[in-house]
Protein backbone atom coordinates (compact mmCIF):
# COMPACT_ATOMS: atom_id res chain seq x y z
CA UNK A 1 0.00 0.00 0.00
CA UNK A 2 1.27 3.26 -0.87
CA UNK A 3 1.00 6.25 1.23
CA UNK A 4 -1.17 9.02 -0.08
CA UNK A 5 0.60 12.15 -1.39
CA UNK A 6 -0.91 15.22 0.33
CA UNK A 7 1.07 17.63 -1.47
CA UNK A 8 -2.25 18.67 -2.90
CA UNK A 9 -3.74 19.07 0.15
CA UNK A 10 -0.90 20.98 1.73
CA UNK A 11 -1.04 23.35 -1.15
CA UNK A 12 -4.40 24.04 -1.20
CA UNK A 13 -4.33 24.61 2.73
CA UNK A 14 -1.87 27.54 2.36
CA UNK A 15 -3.94 28.76 -0.69
CA UNK A 16 -7.07 29.05 2.10
CA UNK A 17 -4.91 30.50 4.63
CA UNK A 18 -4.18 32.92 1.98
CA UNK A 19 -7.68 33.52 0.99
CA UNK A 20 -9.15 34.03 4.61
CA UNK A 21 -6.62 36.43 5.31
CA UNK A 22 -7.81 38.39 1.87
CA UNK A 23 -11.41 38.35 3.13
CA UNK A 24 -10.82 39.06 6.77
CA UNK A 25 -9.06 42.43 4.86
CA UNK A 26 -11.96 42.82 2.70
CA UNK A 27 -14.34 43.02 6.28
CA UNK A 28 -12.31 46.72 6.95
CA UNK A 29 -12.46 48.08 3.50
CA UNK A 30 -16.01 47.20 2.94
CA UNK A 31 -16.95 48.65 6.34
CA UNK A 32 -15.05 52.23 4.69
CA UNK A 33 -17.04 52.07 1.71
CA UNK A 34 -20.19 51.54 3.64
CA UNK A 35 -19.93 54.61 5.59
CA UNK A 36 -21.14 56.77 2.17
CA UNK A 37 -22.54 53.78 -0.06
CA UNK A 38 -25.97 51.93 0.51
CA UNK A 39 -24.95 48.26 0.67
CA UNK A 40 -26.53 46.63 -2.17
CA UNK A 41 -24.89 49.32 -4.38
CA UNK A 42 -21.79 48.71 -3.11
CA UNK A 43 -21.65 45.10 -3.38
CA UNK A 44 -23.25 45.32 -6.94
CA UNK A 45 -20.14 47.61 -8.13
CA UNK A 46 -17.53 45.85 -6.40
CA UNK A 47 -18.82 42.26 -7.84
CA UNK A 48 -19.26 43.45 -11.23
CA UNK A 49 -16.00 45.19 -11.19
CA UNK A 50 -14.26 42.30 -10.20
CA UNK A 51 -15.66 39.74 -12.39
CA UNK A 52 -14.49 42.22 -15.24
CA UNK A 53 -11.13 42.55 -14.17
CA UNK A 54 -10.86 38.83 -14.30
CA UNK A 55 -12.90 38.61 -17.09
CA UNK A 56 -9.87 40.65 -19.75
CA UNK A 57 -7.53 37.60 -18.16
CA UNK A 58 -9.61 34.82 -18.85
CA UNK A 59 -11.43 36.13 -21.95
CA UNK A 60 -9.60 33.11 -23.99
CA UNK A 61 -11.18 30.82 -21.13
CA UNK A 62 -14.78 32.56 -21.40
CA UNK A 63 -15.03 32.33 -24.89
CA UNK A 64 -14.08 28.63 -25.14
CA UNK A 65 -16.66 28.20 -22.13
CA UNK A 66 -19.24 25.12 -23.39
CA UNK A 67 -22.98 25.16 -22.97
CA UNK A 68 -22.71 22.87 -20.26
CA UNK A 69 -19.69 25.13 -18.22
CA UNK A 70 -22.08 28.50 -18.84
CA UNK A 71 -25.17 26.53 -17.05
CA UNK A 72 -22.51 25.48 -13.88
CA UNK A 73 -20.87 28.23 -13.32
CA UNK A 74 -24.16 30.56 -13.38
CA UNK A 75 -25.93 28.16 -10.98
CA UNK A 76 -23.01 28.04 -8.43
CA UNK A 77 -23.49 31.96 -9.13
CA UNK A 78 -27.21 32.09 -8.53
CA UNK A 79 -26.38 30.23 -5.14
CA UNK A 80 -23.91 32.60 -4.12
CA UNK A 81 -25.72 36.08 -5.35
CA UNK A 82 -28.77 34.99 -3.56
CA UNK A 83 -26.73 34.01 -0.03
CA UNK A 84 -25.09 37.61 -0.47
CA UNK A 85 -28.23 38.72 -0.26
CA UNK A 86 -29.82 37.53 2.54
CA UNK A 87 -26.05 38.13 4.40
CA UNK A 88 -26.70 42.13 3.72
CA UNK A 89 -30.92 41.69 4.42
CA UNK A 90 -29.88 40.07 7.81
CA UNK A 91 -27.24 42.33 8.30
CA UNK A 92 -29.35 45.78 7.87
CA UNK A 93 -31.83 44.73 10.33
CA UNK A 94 -29.19 43.03 12.72
CA UNK A 95 -29.50 44.52 16.40
CA UNK A 96 -26.10 41.96 17.40
CA UNK A 97 -23.64 41.73 14.67
CA UNK A 98 -21.98 39.30 16.36
CA UNK A 99 -25.26 36.75 16.66
CA UNK A 100 -24.99 37.63 12.52
CA UNK A 101 -20.94 36.49 12.35
CA UNK A 102 -21.89 33.56 14.45
CA UNK A 103 -24.89 31.99 12.15
CA UNK A 104 -23.29 33.43 8.70
CA UNK A 105 -20.06 31.41 10.05
CA UNK A 106 -21.99 28.27 10.43
CA UNK A 107 -22.22 27.88 6.57
CA UNK A 108 -18.77 26.76 6.08
CA UNK A 109 -19.68 23.88 9.48
CA UNK A 110 -22.56 22.99 7.21
CA UNK A 111 -20.46 22.05 4.25
CA UNK A 112 -19.83 18.08 5.71
CA UNK A 113 -23.63 18.02 6.09
CA UNK A 114 -24.73 19.60 2.31
CA UNK A 115 -21.35 16.96 1.26
CA UNK A 116 -23.60 14.18 2.26
CA UNK A 117 -26.03 14.84 0.19
CA UNK A 118 -23.74 14.72 -2.61
CA UNK A 119 -22.61 11.21 -1.69
CA UNK A 120 -19.19 12.09 0.23
CA UNK A 121 -19.04 11.43 3.64
CA UNK A 122 -16.12 13.27 5.55
CA UNK A 123 -13.34 11.93 7.91
CA UNK A 124 -13.99 10.86 11.04
CA UNK A 125 -11.98 13.85 12.66
CA UNK A 126 -14.17 16.35 10.69
CA UNK A 127 -17.11 15.26 12.71
CA UNK A 128 -14.71 15.43 15.82
CA UNK A 129 -13.62 18.76 15.33
CA UNK A 130 -16.29 20.40 13.72
CA UNK A 131 -17.78 21.01 17.38
CA UNK A 132 -14.84 22.50 18.46
CA UNK A 133 -14.85 24.96 15.92
CA UNK A 134 -18.58 25.80 16.72
CA UNK A 135 -17.48 26.53 20.01
CA UNK A 136 -14.62 28.78 18.74
CA UNK A 137 -17.11 31.01 16.43
CA UNK A 138 -19.50 31.09 19.19
CA UNK A 139 -16.97 32.43 21.76
CA UNK A 140 -15.41 34.56 18.52
CA UNK A 141 -18.59 36.24 17.76
CA UNK A 142 -21.13 35.75 20.89
CA UNK A 143 -20.45 38.36 23.34
CA UNK A 144 -24.05 39.76 23.19
CA UNK A 145 -27.25 38.37 23.97
CA UNK A 146 -28.81 35.84 21.53
CA UNK A 147 -32.26 36.23 19.92
CA UNK A 148 -34.15 35.11 16.95
CA UNK A 149 -35.80 36.86 14.87
CA UNK A 150 -35.94 38.27 11.03
CA UNK A 151 -32.45 39.00 10.99
CA UNK A 152 -31.11 36.30 12.54
CA UNK A 153 -33.67 33.89 10.14
CA UNK A 154 -32.07 35.91 7.59
CA UNK A 155 -28.36 34.96 8.34
CA UNK A 156 -29.19 31.07 9.38
CA UNK A 157 -30.67 30.52 5.78
CA UNK A 158 -27.67 32.69 3.94
CA UNK A 159 -25.16 30.31 6.11
CA UNK A 160 -26.93 27.26 4.45
CA UNK A 161 -26.67 28.54 0.80
CA UNK A 162 -22.87 29.58 1.52
CA UNK A 163 -22.68 25.84 2.56
CA UNK A 164 -24.62 24.39 -0.41
CA UNK A 165 -22.43 26.86 -2.60
CA UNK A 166 -19.33 26.05 -0.98
CA UNK A 167 -19.80 22.71 -2.25
CA UNK A 168 -21.21 22.89 -5.59
CA UNK A 169 -17.75 25.40 -6.55
CA UNK A 170 -15.78 22.15 -5.28
CA UNK A 171 -17.02 20.30 -8.19
CA UNK A 172 -17.58 22.85 -10.73
CA UNK A 173 -13.58 23.84 -10.41
CA UNK A 174 -12.90 20.86 -11.66
CA UNK A 175 -14.84 21.04 -14.55
CA UNK A 176 -15.08 24.94 -15.64
CA UNK A 177 -11.65 26.87 -16.16
CA UNK A 178 -11.24 28.72 -13.19
CA UNK A 179 -10.90 32.62 -14.37
CA UNK A 180 -13.92 31.71 -16.24
CA UNK A 181 -15.73 30.13 -13.28
CA UNK A 182 -14.29 33.04 -10.53
CA UNK A 183 -15.96 35.70 -12.86
CA UNK A 184 -18.82 34.88 -14.36
CA UNK A 185 -19.73 33.56 -10.34
CA UNK A 186 -18.58 37.39 -9.61
CA UNK A 187 -20.66 38.49 -12.14
CA UNK A 188 -23.86 36.98 -11.04
CA UNK A 189 -23.51 38.51 -7.73
CA UNK A 190 -22.84 41.91 -9.13
CA UNK A 191 -25.97 42.19 -11.03
CA UNK A 192 -28.10 40.71 -9.03
CA UNK A 193 -27.31 43.00 -6.33
CA UNK A 194 -27.61 45.83 -8.57
CA UNK A 195 -30.95 44.74 -9.61
CA UNK A 196 -32.67 44.48 -6.16
CA UNK A 197 -30.56 47.82 -4.77
CA UNK A 198 -33.12 49.31 -7.93
CA UNK A 199 -36.13 47.24 -6.82
CA UNK A 200 -35.74 48.41 -3.01
CA UNK A 201 -34.42 52.23 -3.95
CA UNK A 202 -31.61 52.88 -2.19
CA UNK A 203 -29.99 55.82 -2.39
CA UNK A 204 -27.12 55.85 -5.52
CA UNK A 205 -24.35 58.67 -4.26
CA UNK A 206 -21.54 58.06 -6.66
CA UNK A 207 -19.93 60.80 -5.69
CA UNK A 208 -18.39 60.08 -2.36
CA UNK A 209 -14.94 61.52 -0.59
CA UNK A 210 -12.09 60.56 -2.84
CA UNK A 211 -10.91 58.00 -0.64
CA UNK A 212 -13.65 56.17 -0.80
CA UNK A 213 -12.46 55.50 -4.01
CA UNK A 214 -9.46 54.16 -2.59
CA UNK A 215 -11.00 51.94 -0.30
CA UNK A 216 -13.47 50.78 -2.91
CA UNK A 217 -10.61 49.51 -5.67
CA UNK A 218 -9.08 47.33 -2.66
CA UNK A 219 -11.91 46.03 -1.86
CA UNK A 220 -12.21 45.22 -5.99
CA UNK A 221 -8.81 44.00 -6.39
CA UNK A 222 -7.77 42.41 -2.81
CA UNK A 223 -10.72 40.83 -1.22
CA UNK A 224 -12.70 40.10 -4.34
CA UNK A 225 -11.10 39.57 -7.58
CA UNK A 226 -7.99 38.27 -5.97
CA UNK A 227 -9.29 36.68 -2.88
CA UNK A 228 -12.54 34.35 -4.36
CA UNK A 229 -9.49 33.26 -7.33
CA UNK A 230 -7.47 31.70 -4.99
CA UNK A 231 -10.14 30.43 -2.72
CA UNK A 232 -11.19 28.48 -6.03
CA UNK A 233 -8.13 27.29 -7.33
CA UNK A 234 -7.71 25.40 -3.58
CA UNK A 235 -11.18 24.54 -3.79
CA UNK A 236 -10.11 22.60 -7.33
CA UNK A 237 -7.23 20.28 -5.68
CA UNK A 238 -8.60 19.41 -2.09
CA UNK A 239 -12.15 18.45 -0.40
CA UNK A 240 -14.89 20.86 -0.20
CA UNK A 241 -15.05 19.66 3.64
CA UNK A 242 -11.07 20.37 4.28
CA UNK A 243 -11.40 23.81 2.84
CA UNK A 244 -14.18 24.13 4.60
CA UNK A 245 -12.55 23.69 8.06
CA UNK A 246 -9.61 25.97 7.00
CA UNK A 247 -12.09 28.95 5.87
CA UNK A 248 -12.86 29.27 9.68
CA UNK A 249 -10.03 30.83 10.08
CA UNK A 250 -11.69 33.62 8.51
CA UNK A 251 -13.29 35.77 11.40
CA UNK A 252 -10.22 34.62 13.47
CA UNK A 253 -8.14 37.06 11.10
CA UNK A 254 -10.76 39.79 10.78
CA UNK A 255 -10.96 39.53 14.69
CA UNK A 256 -7.54 40.55 14.95
CA UNK A 257 -7.26 42.75 11.86
CA UNK A 258 -9.79 44.76 13.59
CA UNK A 259 -8.35 45.24 16.81
CA UNK A 260 -5.62 46.70 15.45
CA UNK A 261 -7.35 48.36 12.66
CA UNK A 262 -9.78 50.05 15.05
CA UNK A 263 -7.59 50.37 18.02
CA UNK A 264 -10.16 47.67 19.71
CA UNK A 265 -8.87 45.37 22.62
CA UNK A 266 -9.64 41.56 22.19
CA UNK A 267 -11.26 40.54 24.93
CA UNK A 268 -10.61 37.05 26.30
CA UNK A 269 -14.17 35.14 25.17
CA UNK A 270 -12.69 36.01 21.64
CA UNK A 271 -8.76 34.95 22.30
CA UNK A 272 -10.40 31.61 23.19
CA UNK A 273 -12.84 31.69 20.19
CA UNK A 274 -9.07 32.14 18.23
CA UNK A 275 -7.86 29.18 20.12
CA UNK A 276 -10.49 26.69 19.98
CA UNK A 277 -10.64 27.40 15.88
CA UNK A 278 -7.20 26.95 16.02
CA UNK A 279 -7.18 23.69 17.82
CA UNK A 280 -9.79 22.25 15.49
CA UNK A 281 -7.87 22.79 12.42
CA UNK A 282 -4.97 21.56 14.04
CA UNK A 283 -6.70 17.97 15.24
CA UNK A 284 -7.91 17.95 11.69
CA UNK A 285 -4.49 18.37 9.57
CA UNK A 286 -3.09 15.62 12.15
CA UNK A 287 -2.46 12.73 9.72
CA UNK A 288 -3.31 8.62 10.60
CA UNK A 289 -0.50 8.07 12.98
CA UNK A 290 -1.67 4.54 13.64
CA UNK A 291 -2.15 3.58 9.92
CA UNK A 292 1.26 5.35 9.07
CA UNK A 293 3.34 2.98 11.73
CA UNK A 294 1.12 -0.15 10.77
CA UNK A 295 2.31 0.40 7.17
CA UNK A 296 6.29 1.41 8.39
CA UNK A 297 6.14 -1.94 10.44
CA UNK A 298 5.01 -4.18 7.44
CA UNK A 299 7.89 -2.05 5.35
CA UNK A 300 10.43 -3.13 7.92
CA UNK A 301 9.23 -7.01 8.39
Not at 28 to 33: N, Q
Request: proline share 3%; glycine share 4%.
Amino acid sequence: MRIKNHRPYLTADLLLIVATVLAAFGWMFSKEVLTHWAPLLFIGIRFILAAVILGIFGTRQLLALTKENWTTALVVGVFFSIAIVFWVYGLHYAEHIGVGAFLTSLGVILVPVVQLFFGERSDRKVWFTLPIAIAGLAALSLESSFGFNLAESAFLTSALLFAIYFSLNSRAAIKVPLVALTSVQLLCVGVISLLLSLVVQEPWDLTPPVETWYWLLASVLIATSLRFFIQTSAQRITTATRAALMMTLEPVWAAIIASFWFDERMSELKILGCTLIFLALVISRIPNWSWMLKTVGRNNR
